[in-house]
């Protein structure tokens, strides 16, 4: 099924990230870590469609997307960069298989970290985010998405923050890619579930390292 909604407003996020708050449809649900897919109700972009996930709680009164734009092509993220309050949206029913499971580590990579958002602030407000890490990689500090936010959840006792940057270093941030050695090195806790989010590339990695590490399938929670 498809829905109109109406853009209510935008707001940067980072130097290429918006943040998007839609109308919610009566009766809309859907899981934190599920996505929809978005198309702009415009002539000539009505048809193309990309699926892009909810950031914020389903509790909410409104839809937030956290949307990182690639203007490289005239594309759905490029006009959605231009897009005013009062344009209309389409979305389609959500779907998905990334969901919350209990404790664990959390892999992200660049925009991959935006079904955790909706993870994140579900469980903060429940009271319920503890025992887990966050393993987050980007390609420079400017790249990282709600970094302050991410901070305050994972920097509690019970919590553990690793932020690595590829491309640029910077003072207080560890360079290069996820290991599986920088992963042992760094979760003390290697138990519960490993949830992975990112490039494929990425995805394929994660997911090789945390079976090297001991995690079972069934642990393992990514997009199939």
Not at 53 to 63: A, V
Not at 67 to 73: A, E, L, P
Not at 82 to 104: E, N, V
Request: proline share 3%; aromatic share 12%.
């Amino acid at each position: 099924m498809d829905y109109t909604v109406t853009l209510l407003s935008t707001g940067f996020v980072t130097h290429d990230v918006r943040h998007y708050v839609i109308s919610k449809p009566e009766g809309f649900h859907y899981s934190p870590g599920q996505a929809t897919e978005i198309s702009l109700n415009t002539f000539d972009l009505k048809n193309e469609k990309r699926s892009f996930t909810f950031t914020n709680r389903n509790s909410d009164k409104t839809l937030e997307f956290t949307i990182k734009s690639y203007h490289d092509h005239d594309g759905v993220t490029h006009a959605l960069w231009d897009a005013q309050p009062g344009d209309t949206l389409r979305l389609t029913d959500p779907f998905g298989t990334i969901h919350y499971d209990g404790s664990g580590i959390f892999l992200a990579a660049g925009a991959g970290i935006t079904p955790f958002l909706a993870i994140f602030r579900e469980q903060w407000a429940k009271g319920s985010l503890c025992n887990s890490s966050l393993l987050y990689s980007n390609k420079t500090n400017a790249d990282i998405i709600c970094e302050q936010e991410l901070t305050h959840y994972f920097t509690q006792p019970e919590n553990g923050l690793l932020l690595t940057l590829t491309r640029k270093s910077a003072m207080g941030y560890v360079s290069g890619r996820l290991t599986q050695s920088i992963i042992e090195e760094y979760c003390t806790k290697l138990t519960g579930k490993a949830y992975i989010c990112g490039p494929k590339q990425f995805v394929a990695s994660m997911k090789e390292i945390v079976s090297n590490i001991g995690f079972d399938s069934s642990a393992v929670v990514f997009e199939k």
